[in-house]
């Protein structure tokens, strides 16, 4: 019975002392907090020199309608590219130039390579070809989106941390319809006043004397693409430039030899070294503009993104004898054969590069606001492409 008040007052002071350092601790922070409030205020709110704590607030008025929408959508964006670009990504140059021209409907943007802008940027762009895991920015302002960029298909984006890289990215930029941000290696925009007059395709025809021709460096690929044309060659000739070929054509004279080969070739091979959802690259976009149909291997949904008429499928014949079967038809038929060049009395913007705007017009659009996260980048990036082989069957 003795022990009760004992324990009662051990309690009681247990209690005061308690009470005493919360509320120690609340102050000292209180005194913390506006210490930093008025830190803020007095500071002037230049774009360059922002710390972490204006961003935030920043991001609060963004979120709250603290300010007014019109100031804060007109604001220029920037977007932090994080690791290195390599030679073929020359569309996303640093500076305000990427987004300053006609076809981008939102020219507020700028791209930099500076990290110690970091802190203000509002987008982070990790290109998964040069990333490291060792090299990842160690903080991150909350309204910032992080963003996972490749234009190689999977089986050619080598990359084994991808474990690492769970709940990392708010947005996806690559050539995929679902991404974030979808960027093509290029476009065919249909445009009248661009229409082709087509005078010269019979003396054109009637010169040609080769069937087909592809330009080629990957040798070896997971499409399995050379495996097909090798099966084609016992039907057809078919002539290899590039790395694996007869010759190679220098890098900066593509244009001057795909010109060459309308004159000779009918076809043109643009097969793909990966079949993967919407993997569609450049030889596909940039061969429409010469005189020669355009074969096609890939996964891409050709016929969304080209005119009708505009190329034939490899994937719609049972196999490489029925395909060479099929152009040796249409070589030997000019009726058939000019079928394929009708689109392009319509006229057509053809663009072979890829076009950032839509970068920045999604920094402006109210999903920029919203949260996001891929909680899972690899099964989006992998599973979610469905890349396959070609086999003999
Ligand atoms: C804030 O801006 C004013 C006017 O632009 C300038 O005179 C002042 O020195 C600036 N203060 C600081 C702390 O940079
Ligand atoms: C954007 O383009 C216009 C017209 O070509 C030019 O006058 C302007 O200086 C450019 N702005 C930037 C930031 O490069
Ligand atoms: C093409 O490449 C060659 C060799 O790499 C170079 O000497 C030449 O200046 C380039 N020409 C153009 C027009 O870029
Ligand atoms: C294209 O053809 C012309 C005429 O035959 C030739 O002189 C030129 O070297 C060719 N260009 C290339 C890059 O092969
Ligand atoms: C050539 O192709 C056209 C269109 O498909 C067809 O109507 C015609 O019969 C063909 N001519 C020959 C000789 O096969
Ligand atoms: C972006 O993702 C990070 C990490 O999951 C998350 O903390 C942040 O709130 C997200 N931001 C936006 C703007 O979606």
């Known amino acids: 019975m003795k022990h009760i008040p004992i324990v009662r007052t051990g309690y009681f002071l247990g209690c005061v002392l308690l009470v005493t350092i919360c509320y120690s601790w609340i102050m000292v922070n209180n005194i913390f907090i506006r210490s930093v409030v008025q830190l803020q205020k007095s500071q002037n709110g230049s774009q360059g020199q922002q710390n972490s704590f204006l961003i935030k607030d920043r991001v609060a008025e963004e979120l709250y309608g603290y300010a007014q929408n019109e100031r804060v959508s007109n604001r220029m964006k920037l977007v932090l590219l994080w690791s290195s670009l390599f030679n073929g990504l020359e569309f ?24 110690r802008r970091l802190m203000e940027s509002d987008a982070v762009l990790f290109h998964l070809r040069t990333v490291s895991m060792t090299d990842i920015p160690r903080s991150r302002a909350s309204h910032q989106k992080w ?34 941000i979808v960027l093509p290696y290029g476009r065919v925009i249909r445009n009248d006043e661009s229409a082709n007059r087509l005078d010269n395709l019979y003396s054109l025809w009637q010169q040609k004397r080769k069937m087909a021709t592809w330009m080629v460096s990957h040798c070896d690929t997971d499409s399995a693409r050379e495996g097909y044309i090798k099966a084609m ?58 005189d020669m149909i355009l074969v096609v291997f890939g996964g891409g949904k050709y016929s969304k993104i080209s005119p009708p008429g505009s190329y034939i499928d490899a994937m719609e014949f049972s196999s490489p004898k029925e395909l060479s079967i099929y152009l040796y038809k249409v070589a030997a038929n000019f009726t058939l054969y000019a079928q394929y060049f009708k689109w392009k009395l319509d006229g057509y913007d053809i ?10 017009e999604k920094l402006h659009s ?17 599973a979610g492409s469905h890349c396959r082989k070609w086999e003999m069957t």
């Open 92 to 115: 996303l140059k640093t500076g305000q130039n990427s987004f300053n021209h006609s076809s981008c409907s939102e020219k507020k943007c700028e791209i930099t390579s500076d990290r």
């Open 147 to 180: 963003i996972f960029f490749s234009l190689e298909a999977p089986p050619y984006s080598h990359f084994h941390g991808f474990s690492f890289m769970n709940d990392m990215f708010n947005w996806t930029m690559t050539y995929r319809s679902d991404s974030d």
């Open 233 to 290: 060659e016992k039907f057809m000739e078919v002539v290899t430039f590039g790395e694996c070929g007869v010759a190679v054509c220098p890098v900066n004279k593509t244009e001057e030899c795909l010109n060459n080969f309308s004159k000779k070739f009918f076809f043109y091979l643009a097969f793909e070294n990966a079949i993967c959802d919407d993997y569609v690259t450049e030889k596909f976009f940039r061969t429409l503009k010469y």
């Open 351 to 360: 663009r072979d590069v890829p076009d950032p705007c839509m970068l920045c």
């Open 366 to 382: 109210n999903s920029f606001r919203l949260y996001s996260v891929y909680h899972d980048i690899r099964k989006w990036w992998v």
